[in-house]
Nanobody, 120 residues
Framework: QVQLVESGGGLVQSGGSLRLSCVAS????????MGWYRQGPGKQRELVAV???????NYADSIKGRFTISRDNAKNTVYLQMNSLKPEDTAVYYC??????????????WGQGTQVTVSS
């Protein structure tokens, strides 16, 4: 089992910045890819950014150039630095971790989510 706890959300004005953190605990040795997803009001959950165990990131087109994902494996933590925030970035942001199973396959875990609200 893997537990994920997010922090760092809040209310910010358009153009501002926030940094989200997600700390993993439990069976952390099995974690490979970690990432951030978001779900805005009335919208489906969508990928924001993911980062592999070796540190390779991938981003959604909507946030490229504004958000940066990183991870500190020594601290079992993944970060999302969000700059130049826009009102359309308002959403609940969820941390996600993929844990490799001993005999193949991946189990995905979710955090409880942290609210990000961007005012215009």
């Amino acid at each position: 089992q893997v537990q994920l706890v997010e922090s760092g959300g809040g209310l910010v004005q358009s153009g501002g910045s926030l940094r989200l953190s997600c700390v993993a605990s439990g069976s952390i040795f099995s974690i490979d890819t970690m990432g951030w997803y978001r779900q805005g009001p009335g919208k489906q959950r969508e990928l924001v950014a993911v980062i592999t165990g070796s540190g390779n990131p991938n981003y959604a087109d909507s946030i490229k150039g504004r958000f940066t994902i990183s991870r500190d494996n020594a601290k079992n933590t993944v970060y999302l630095q969000m700059n130049s925030l826009k009102p359309e970035d308002t959403a609940v942001y969820y941390c996600n971790a993929g844990a490799l199973r001993p005999f193949g396959g991946t189990l995905y875990y979710w955090g409880q989510g942290t609210q990000v609200t961007v005012s215009s």
